[in-house]
């Protein structure tokens, strides 16, 4: 419940972006333009300070949340998309599909994440759209493996016998038993699975892979490090994005749990 | 347990082909890279261009590549010129002491207070264990060591700022050794933080799960105390995933360090990984994936192992 | 009654549970001599089982007990933790329902038997309380080498064998059996009451024996008690129960469950229709008046208490 709430703020802001915080502000020729002063703490230049090239935090932070959230739910919906479909897939058809299928995920789940993952970024370059396709193409496996066990509990379960005797195509099976026994199960994963995206995106983003051209929280963090925030003290600057991201994260960990706990009654007990 | 050893082969064999494939698509010109912005005669590149074989077929490459690596060769960083293997060879005892003590920290620390939470289920105890861990494991690990960093090492300036040992310092025997710890102690509190709460985590629904089973009702009818029931009865059954996980983990957190080793500047394999990345140094990072993914397997296979050894419905 | 070894005196027992409270056991009493053997028979959510664990207070943590339970002359309800642990397992032991869940997977069969004779000092060196568990295993039919084994590794009839081995531990007085035999095939449930028929010639056992089904109990028990809702039904001598119930409940439950090894009898429909009511949520008047063939509007509004219903016996019924 808590957990819906914060969303609520946080989807909020990254909505209302151009209404919190003007978005000329994130460009260092203008902010300089504006004559903003360098490295200013909260006190100075309100709301949340400047940074080494005069810009805006509080700028950063609103416009980051459209970055960071969209990132995280695109990549999300990447993953759950990629994963479902093999799990559904491989659970159906059952057989060599199915061994080859989780061969491939098991592969997969062995290789280290972030690994992969800067490998695959380095590669294919800094972009928004890579970093989704990075994320999205590294954590399929986990979710494969949930919809597919869930898939084969309910191919168990008489009454897609009973539809198939009825005449009732594949597609018909699948469409109608089988994906709404799974998508609460997929749902509470997806919310489940955001924290991952929006965790990688920022530690990708703060170790150079991130877009250049995006302000992402975790963008705002490399920045925020590499010229020496820390030194300074400049805790204006890595704080709000930090908490951000800890915030948002938690919020989607405490509903997903919920959600799990909805869809899976079985893991809710109370001795 | 063959099987298992053969499984493992078959993966790592699979790590050699993907690594292999992966650089191949993007180091279209090797040699042009490594002499990038320097003033080489076409000639040279092109007789390089020959002894490194980058003229035959992709097959021969790949054979070549396999053969070089199982040798040690794993070629040459474009940022320092030197082999990647000494690169690699040199930064792995760095990585392996601030993982090695921050992994076993928390696991030990996480592992109790999952029992605590567990055992006082609902309590205070139990809520203040859970979101606390909950929020470390929510924030970046990185963000983490930055926000340690500023309190203790420039708010507070009791530890060092970064790196591995004063440099400079000809500080020897235990002052060295003193010194070294001293520079250990933000990073592995770092580490140890942020992956308390799996470790928590886990135990504690384990421990849940074996507090409902009937064994342990037993237990307590036959008259032992509580605290015997929970030590003798209780944890060793919870423990079984957790240390599964434990060594799964080791494996995985050689790699997870990467971040935070960059914000301390820890000279292990994380921080030439995030050195790697501002190149590109493809070879590096090609040489440090496979070392990274081969930790993995080898420890996975090592956490089999050890669940099989110590549940005894497991037969071994 | 002084020379009774269990004396149970109006037990009420109330779980706590996230839907409310929930009574298992309403107003039970009853009083077992020494050497005596009673039976308490009825289906899933009677209270049987709560009012066993009950003896021992075994119960989950916060749960309400209410009323009286005096075994070998200590009540059990008002002793301290430290006078608890010294009674369980010495003065009463308790055979649960042998499903895999009963014995710790990770320790050997021989430890946990073992085990409360070294909490108790009943014996004073490990190798004493070896060579006792493998005697009690020996006793119970069991070769020595089993001492060693994993629970995963015997059969259900030997575990079962080896959860009664492992009550007597202690030389208990009170031996309480829950469902011993349930889940086990016909010729394994013979086998194991003729085991624990001898057992308590030779140990001079007092029994408490509980199950759902009634034939059993005429085998194992001299007594019979029959409960229904949380309270006791009826109660009396076990083969004048059976054979000719007082109680239109137990009337049912004897037809359900025919004669051991009789397989004809096996298949007569039983008299039963319907489920037992959950706890939560008993109708008003006689508990059992909606399964009742017999029900009459009285039933409905007032639950009859224990009557005489012949010599030593008692039934919970108007119609006594």
Redesign the interface.
């Known amino acids: 419940m808590i957990g819906l709430g914060i969303l609520f703020v946080f989807v909020f802001i990254a909505l209302a972006a151009p209404l919190l915080a003007d978005i000329r502000e994130l460009n260092p020729v203008f902010a300089r333009a504006q004559g903003n002063p360098q490295w200013a703490p909260p006190s100075e230049f309100p709301p949340l300070g400047t940074d080494y090239i005069r810009r805006s935090v509080w700028a950063q932070f609103v416009w980051g949340s459209r970055v960071s959230l969209f990132v995280g739910l695109a990549a999300t919906v990447l993953t759950i998309f990629i994963g479902s479909v093999i799990g559904i897939v491989s659970g159906y058809i059952g057989g060599k599909t199915d061994g080859g299928l989780m061969r491939v995920s098991?592969?997969f789940l062995?290789?280290?994440?972030?690994?992969?993952a800067?490998?695959?970024a380095?590669?294919l370059g800094r972009s928004i759209w890579n970093i989704i396709f990075v994320i999205g193409v590294t954590s399929w496996p986990s979710t494969a493996r949930l919809v597919r066990a869930q898939v084969l509990t309910v191919k168990q379960r008489l009454f897609v016998d009973r539809a198939r005797s009825l005449g009732g195509t594949g597609w018909h099976i699948v469409s109608r038993h089988i994906l709404p026994n799974v998508s609460g199960l997929i749902l509470a994963n997806a919310t489940l699975a955001v924290?991952i995206s929006i965790?990688t995106e920022?530690?990708l983003s703060?170790?150079?892979?991130g877009d250049p051209s995006s302000a992402s929280w975790?963008k705002t963090?490399e920045e925020?490090?590499v010229n020496g925030a820390?030194?300074r003290?400049a805790?204006w600057y890595?704080?709000p994005a930090?908490i951000g991201?800890?915030v948002v994260?938690?919020a989607f960990?405490l509903i997903g749990r919920t959600l799990e706990e909805i869809a899976n009654p079985r893991l809710s007990?109370e001795? | 347990m063959g099987r298992k050893a053969l499984g493992s082969l078959l993966?790592f064999i699979?790590?050699l082909v993907?690594n292999f494939f992966?650089?191949r698509?993007?180091q279209k010109d090797p040699i042009g890279s490594l002499f990038r912005g320097r003033n080489v005669p076409q000639q040279t590149i092109d007789n390089l261009r020959t002894a490194f074989g980058l003229d035959e077929p992709i097959f021969t490459q790949f054979f070549y590549y396999v053969r070089e690596s199982l040798q040690g060769n794993l070629g040459i960083s474009y940022q320092s010129r030197q082999p990647v293997w000494d690169e690699i060879v040199a930064a792995i005892p760095e990585t392996v002491i601030l993982v090695g003590v921050s992994a076993i920290l928390s696991a030990l620390i996480g592992t109790v207070l999952g029992i605590v939470a567990a055992w006082r289920?609902n309590t205070w105890k139990d809520h203040g264990i859970t979101a606390g861990t909950?929020?470390f494991y929510?924030?970046?690990d990185?963000?983490l060591g930055?926000?340690l960093?500023?309190g203790f090492a420039?708010?507070f300036p009791i530890f060092p700022?970064g790196g591995f040992a004063t440099a400079g310092s000809s500080a020897a025997g235990l002052d060295r050794l003193l010194d070294q710890l001293n520079h250990l102690v933000l990073p592995a509190l770092t580490l140890t933080l942020a992956y308390l709460g799996e470790y928590a985590l886990i135990m504690r629904s384990s421990l849940?799960d074996v507090?409902?089973?009937?064994?342990l009702?037993?237990?307590?009818?036959?008259?032992?105390?509580d605290r015997?029931v929970r030590r003798?009865?209780a944890v060793?059954?919870a423990l079984?995933p957790v240390v599964t996980l434990t060594a799964i983990n080791f494996?995985?957190v050689?790699?997870?360090a990467?971040?935070v080793e960059?914000?301390y500047s820890w000279p292990g394999l994380g921080k030439a990984?995030?050195d790697a990345?501002?190149g590109?140094d493809?070879p590096m990072?090609?040489g440090?994936?496979l070392l990274?993914?081969a930790?993995?397997?080898v420890f996975?296979l090592i956490a089999d192992v050890t669940y099989a050894y110590l549940?005894?419905?497991v037969d071994h | 009654m002084s020379d009774a070894l269990l004396s149970v005196r109006d037990l009420h027992v109330t779980y706590h549970t996230k839907g409310g409270p929930v009574p298992a056991v309403r107003g039970v009493s009853f009083d077992l001599e020494k050497g005596g053997s009673l039976g308490l028979a009825g289906e899933s959510g009677s209270g049987k089982s709560t009012l066993a664990g009950s003896i021992?207070r075994?119960l989950p943590y916060g749960t309400d007990i209410e009323g009286q339970v005096v075994l070998d002359g200590r009540d059990v309800l008002s002793l301290n933790p430290g006078g608890l642990?010294?009674?369980?397992?010495?003065a009463g032991?308790?055979v649960?329902q042998g499903?895999l869940?009963?014995?710790?997977?990770?320790?050997t069969v021989g430890d946990q038997i073992s085990?409360?004779m070294l909490?108790?000092k009943t014996v004073r060196t490990e190798k004493q309380a070896r060579s006792r568990t493998v005697s009690l295993l020996g006793r119970v039919g069991l070769p020595d080498n089993r001492a060693d084994s994993?629970p995963?590794q015997l059969s259900g009839g030997q575990r079962q064998r080896v959860l009664i081995a492992m009550a007597l531990a202690c030389d208990p007085l009170l031996l309480i059996a829950d469902e011993p035999t349930t889940a086990l095939d016909l010729m394994v449930q013979a086998q194991v009451l003729a085991l624990l028929a001898d057992l308590k010639r030779e140990h001079d056992l007092t029994l408490v024996f509980i199950t759902h089904d009634l034939s059993v109990l005429t085998y194992a028990c001299k007594r019979l008690a029959v409960m229904y809702a949380g309270r006791i039904v009826e109660e009396g001598p076990s083969w004048e129960v059976f054979e000719d119930a007082s109680h239109p409940y137990t009337r049912g439950l004897a037809a359900a469950f025919p004669t051991i090894g009789d397989l004809s009898s096996r298949l007569a429909p039983s008299g039963l229709g319907g489920d037992p009511p959950t706890p939560a949520n008993l109708p008003v008047g006689c508990p059992f008046h909606p399964r009742c063939p017999l029900a009459q509007d009285a039933c409905m509004t007032a639950e009859p208490g224990l009557r005489p219903s012949g010599t030593e016996r008692r039934a919970a019924c108007i119609l006594v």
Do not use: C
């Open positions: 098991e592969w062995v290789i280290p994440f972030l690994p992969l800067i490998v695959l380095s590669i924290p965790l920022t530690t703060f170790l150079g892979l975790g963090l925020a490090f820390m030194i003290n805790w890595f704080l930090g991201i800890l994260v938690l960990t007990r001795r | 993966t699979f790590v993907f992966l650089f698509i993007v289920r909950m929020v929510s924030m970046p990185f963000w930055m926000l960093l500023v420039v708010v700022v849940l507090m409902g089973e009937d064994y009702t037993v237990a307590r009818a036959k008259g032992l105390r015997i003798r009865h060793p059954n079984l494996g995985f050689l790699s997870g990467i971040a960059a914000v990984t995030a990345i501002r590109p493809l990072l090609q440090l994936f990274f993914s930790a993995v397997i996975n549940d005894p419905r | 021992l075994l642990r010294a009674v369980r397992w010495t032991a308790i649960f499903a869940h009963a014995l710790n997977p990770v320790l085990e409360p909490v108790h994993y995963h």
